[in-house]
């Protein structure tokens, strides 16, 4: 008996595979919109990240050019010989 030319076994193969294509169909019925929903709320949760880390950043620059602008005052201050955290005019 040759098992390719059975139109039983073909029969089963086809119903098995329509069986899995509904029972895949079921399954995901719903799905596709709650995983767009996710990617969604995951991209914009991204990018508030990013635009909180930019804010950081340049706050961090501002400061440490506050910061060495204070660290060469205070240079030029001990080289004149006053003293760096007196505010006082010479």
């Known amino acids: 008996m040759n098992i390719t030319s059975d139109p039983n076994l073909w029969a089963i193969c086809i119903l098995v595979f329509v069986l899995g294509l509904l029972i895949g169909v079921f399954l ?3 799905g596709r919109r709650k995983w767009k929903a996710r990617y969604k709320s995951e991209v914009d949760r991204r990018e508030a990240i990013e635009h909180e880390h930019e ?4 706050d961090w620059d501002e400061r440490e050019k506050e910061w060495r602008e204070r660290d060469s005052l205070r240079g030029a201050a001990i080289k004149s010989g006053r003293d760096p955290d007196d ?4």
């Not at 804010?55 to 340049?58: A, D, P, Y």
């Not at 505010?87 to 010479?90: N, T, V």
């Open 28 to 30: 995901t019925a719903g």
């Open 87 to 90: 505010d006082r005019p010479l």
């Open 55 to 58: 804010k950081r950043v340049k």
